[in-house]
């Protein structure tokens, strides 16, 4: 039972990273560096840190475009 509860969480967090949290790491990365990075829009397989590091960017501009919105929505 708990190989399957690790193996849930385990696939979620893949899907959410990848899918999910990237898309908006890559595009603020993008507006920041005004188009210098990243080069390509898919990731090279090899390259999972850089996927890691977007993700976590696209999570923060998430949360902070949530906190934003929960803060001006009267």
Do not use: C, Q
Request: hydrophobic share 60%; aromatic share 16%.
């Amino acid at each position: 039972m708990d190989a399957l509860l690790g193996f849930a969480g385990h696939l979620l967090k893949e899907l959410l990273f990848s899918f999910v949290f990237y898309w908006p790491g890559w595009l603020a990365v993008k507006i920041i560096t005004f188009g210098r990075y990243p080069r390509s829009l898919n990731p090279v397989d090899n390259d999972w840190l850089g996927v890691e590091v977007l993700s976590v960017i696209g999570l923060v501009v998430v949360v902070a475009l949530g906190v934003f919105i929960l803060r001006v929505w009267p």
